[in-house]
């Protein structure tokens, strides 16, 4: 099973910290982001980043390094569908930051997203 160490995630929280104290641009800081947690985070393609509008909860921006536009199954299965990680329980978690791997005890076939991807 791949879990995070609590000073790989510490190491990976204080290394994006710290590039979030330069300025950049948004995607920038996302790309260098996923360049950080490539080496502490395990994870099966690329991290997918999501802004949220913090009263509703529903996606403003994101991005996935090699994925141009969001895709309209994913749209669909975060609002209406009945899967684990979903952004909103991400978003209302006390770390903020999941892995599928992690919110499914290590079998991620038990998402209904894994089997879509």
């Given at each position: ?13 204080e290394r994006v ?39 509703s909860l529903l ?59």
């Amino acid at each position: 099973m791949h879990r995070v160490t609590a000073s790989a995630r510490e190491r990976a929280l204080e290394r994006v910290a710290q590039l979030a104290r330069r300025p950049r641009d948004l995607v920038s800081f996302l790309k260098e982001s996923t360049d950080v947690l490539s080496t502490s985070i395990p994870y099966y393609w690329t991290p997918c980043w999501y802004t949220l509008d913090p009263a509703s909860l529903l996606i403003t921006s994101h991005f996935h390094d090699g994925l141009a536009e969001f895709p309209a199954e994913w749209l669909v299965n975060e609002y209406y569908g009945d899967d684990v990680n979903q952004l909103v329980d991400v978003a209302r978690s006390p770390l903020g930051i999941s892995t599928l791997h992690e919110a499914t005890n290590g079998d991620p076939s038990r998402s209904g997203r894994w089997h879509q991807n």
